[in-house]
C-alpha cells in the first residue's frame, strides 16, 4: 500500500466523540503488514546512519538522536532520513483526522523514531506527562485546549500489555488536577491508566493535555518500534529544528501538498501566505 491506495474512511461522528471525551482515539490494521514492515526497515537504516555520524562525530541531520543503549535509541525530526517517513507527513488516511480534529490548515510539528529493548526499560517509572511548550501550555489555563495532535504509529505487536505500550489516562486532558508523585512513580500504574494493547500497524490519536507515558516492560526479550508524528495550528511558532532540513528539503523534495504543512519563511524564496 502506498500513499496514493489508502482507502481508509474518513473521521466519523463516533470517532470525533470518542476523541473529544477521552483524550484519545486508536485505530487498528491502519497500515498493511506490508508497509509496516518497509517502515521498520527504513527506521533501522536511518538508525544506523545517525549512530554512524555520532560515532565519527559528524553533523546529524535536522534534530537530534538520543542513543540510549547499544540497541535503543529515539531519532528526532526524520522527514529526510528517508522517502517513506516523509510520504507519511500527508498520509491520505490521516489528514482528514487532522483536519477534522485540529485544523483545515493544519502545520507539521514534529516527529521521531523510538527503538526500544525491554532489559534497558525493565523499571521504567515516573515519566508520566504531558506536551506543549511553556510546561505543557499550563500557562494558558485549564482545562488546556487541543494546539497538537499526536499521532502514535505501532510497528511493533503490542497486543498483550508491560512491553512498551503507549499508556494513558482516559479524559485527563479535561482535569484540572495532575496525578499526584505517588501515583506517577507507580511502576504498576495508579486507577483509571489504560494501556494501548494493540496489533503492529495501529494509529494511536491523542490530545496533548493527556497525560501518558511508556509502560515498563515485562521481561527484557521484550521491546517496541514506533513512529510519532505531530501537527499544530497554522499560528503557532514553528520549531526551531525545522531549520535543521536543508534548502534542497524544502523546495525541492515537498510536493506542492506538503509545503503547505511548513510556515511560509522556510522556503527560498519566502512563501507569502497565512499559516
Not at 54 to 77: D, V, W
Not at 96 to 118: N, Q
Request: charged share 20%; net charge negative; proline share 8%.
Amino acid at each position: 500500500m502506498n500513499a496514493t491506495t489508502s482507502t481508509s474512511p474518513p473521521l466519523t461522528e463516533a470517532e470525533r466523540f470518542a476523541f473529544e471525551t477521552d483524550g484519545f482515539l486508536v485505530r487498528e490494521n491502519f497500515f498493511s503488514p506490508d508497509h509496516v514492515a518497509r517502515l521498520i526497515a527504513a527506521t533501522h537504516r536511518a538508525i544506523a546512519r545517525r549512530r554512524e555520524l555520532i560515532r565519527t562525530q559528524q553533523k546529524e541531520p535536522a534534530g537530534f538522536t538520543h542513543a540510549k543503549s547499544e540497541q535503543s535509541s529515539r531519532l528526532f525530526y526524520l522527514l529526510d532520513d528517508d522517502p517513506l517517513f516523509l510520504e507519511l507527513l500527508d498520509w491520505p488516511a490521516i489528514m482528514p483526522y487532522v483536519h477534522g480534529l485540529l485544523s483545515s490548515m493544519p502545520h507539521h510539528c514534529a516527529s521521531d523514531a523510538i527503538v526500544e529493548h525491554g532489559g534497558d526499560f525493565m523499571n521504567r517509572q515516573g515519566e508520566w506527562h504531558i506536551d506543549g511548550h511553556d510546561n505543557g501550555f499550563r500557562n494558558l489555563g485549564v482545562p488546556i485546549p487541543l494546539l497538537q495532535l499526536k499521532v502514535g504509529y505501532y510497528l511493533s505487536d503490542m497486543t498483550a500489555p508491560w512491553q512498551g505500550n503507549l499508556a494513558v489516562v482516559p479524559g485527563s486532558h479535561k482535569s484540572r488536577l495532575a496525578p499526584t508523585e505517588a501515583d506517577r512513580q507507580r511502576r504498576d500504574f495508579f486507577p483509571g491508566v489504560r494501556q494501548v494493547c494493540a496489533p503492529a500497524g495501529t494509529m494511536i490519536l491523542f490530545h496533548n493535555a493527556l497525560w501518558h507515558t511508556a509502560a515498563p516492560y515485562a521481561g527484557p526479550d521484550r521491546g517496541r518500534t514506533m513512529l510519532y508524528y505531530c501537527y499544530e495550528h497554522p499560528w503557532m511558532v514553528a520549531s526551531q529544528e525545522h531549520w535543521g532540513y536543508t534548502k534542497e528539503f524544502y523546495n525541492q523534495r515537498l510536493s506542492p501538498a506538503q509545503r503547505k504543512l511548513f510556515h511560509g519563511f522556510v522556503f527560498d524564496p519566502p512563501e507569502p501566505r497565512w499559516g
